[in-house]
Nanobody
């Protein structure tokens, strides 16, 4: 059983920064893709960013230039550095991982999910 555990959420003012971190609990789990989704109240989950084992990254248009994803393959961790935060970034952020190198940013194509961490951006 693989567990993804997020940390780093919280309350921040608009324009501020937060860093989210996620660690996979099982050392033998080597996800080809790790990334982040988010879900705001009353809205569907949406893709934020992902990073492949190779280092290739993909971002949602609404976070480009503001968020940066990074990972440590040896430690099975993935971080999301968020800056220039806006009230509309308020959501529960989920860490995700998948063992396959699928060309997809669909939530259906990530096998493993964390419990989520709340990010609240005040105006």
């Amino acid at each position: 059983q693989v567990q993804l555990v997020e940390s780093g959420g919280g309350l921040v003012q608009a324009g501020g920064s937060l860093r989210l971190s996620c660690v996979a609990s099982r050392r033998t789990f080597s996800p080809y893709r790790m990334g982040w989704f988010r879900q705001a109240p009353g809205q569907e989950r949406e893709f934020v960013a992902q990073m492949r084992w190779s280092g290739n990254t993909e971002y949602a248009d609404f976070v480009k230039g503001r968020f940066t994803i990074s990972r440590d393959n040896t430690e099975n961790t993935v971080d999301l550095q968020m800056s220039g935060l806006k009230p509309e970034d308020t959501a529960v952020y989920y860490c995700v991982g998948d063992p396959f190198g699928r060309r997809s940013s669909s939530s259906h194509d990530f096998a493993h999910w964390g419990q989520g961490t709340q990010v609240t951006v005040s105006s």
